[in-house]
């Protein structure tokens, strides 16, 4: 079976630009996650989807950063007007329920502004 | 607002000692699970402890939980270079949504 998947691998964009980062979750996994990473840093918690809607928006840095999900399953992080520090890589992760259940990782973007 | 810390930050040993690594918070969280990270990839999971006092083998991995479940260590004996990587403890909270709270990770590397 097919892991959790997220496109592209890599972008690069000029600052003020904006970017969208796809995930695809595992098949039946219904809560969705998504977090930022810096180089060499632990994760930071951005939204969490249970189905189409976002209980927890609370780790999103900044209105420039949007998210949705549509039919439980492909999910859109959006990031308008990028600036240099929203350089890290984004990871999706998915699970069959939200709470304790395992989290299964996709390989990230790297988004890199310049 | 629940954080969690680890310690050492990085950690740098030969093949063949043993280690420890740690992760502590000042809340109390329902469950603990501990992944490494390997170049390139997203976060594996390793363990989950769930118990306080809670002690889990993996190998030549052995997880423990804090009887006041705020914190826990992962110790390995023997290591070996594919023990190489980031490993990360993430607390899971008591709060509806933000269920995961992700420590900074401690970044080891095994020399052959």
């Known amino acids: 079976g097919a892991g959790v998947s997220q496109s592209p691998s890599n972008k690069v964009t000029e600052k003020g630009k904006d970017v969208e980062l796809r995930c695809d979750p595992i098949?039946?996994?219904?809560?969705l996650y998504w977090y930022r990473q810096s180089l060499g840093q632990g994760l930071e918690f951005l939204i969490y989807?249970?189905?189409?809607?976002?209980?927890?928006k609370s780790g999103l840095p900044s209105d420039r950063f949007s998210a949705e999900r549509t039919g439980g399953s492909v999910s859109t992080l959006t990031i308008q007007r990028t600036q240099q520090e929203d350089s890290a890589v984004y990871l999706c992760?998915?699970?069959?329920?939200?709470?304790?259940?395992?989290?299964?990782f996709g390989p990230g973007t790297r988004l890199t502004v310049t | 607002t629940q954080l969690l810390e680890q310690s050492p930050q990085f950690l740098s040993i030969q093949e063949g000692e043993n280690l420890t690594v740690y992760c502590n918070s000042s809340?109390?969280?329902?469950?603990l699970q501990w992944y490494r990270q390997e170049p390139g990839e997203g976060p594996v999971l390793l363990v989950t402890v769930v118990t306080g006092g809670e002690v889990k083998k993996l190998k030549r991995l052995t997880f423990q939980f804090g009887d006041a479940r705020k914190d826990s260590s992962l110790h390995i004996t023997a290591a070996q270079p594919g023990d190489t990587g980031l490993y990360l403890c993430?607390?899971?909270?008591?709060?509806?949504?933000?269920?995961?709270?992700f420590g900074p990770g401690t970044r080891l590397s095994v020399l052959p």
């Open positions: 992760a998915s699970s069959l329920a939200g709470s304790s259940y395992e989290q299964y």
């Open positions: 809340s109390v969280f329902s469950s």
């Open positions: 993430a607390g899971v909270g008591n709060n509806y949504g933000q269920n995961f709270v």
């Open positions: 098949s039946g996994h219904t809560a």
């Open positions: 989807f249970q189905g189409n809607s976002a209980p927890d």
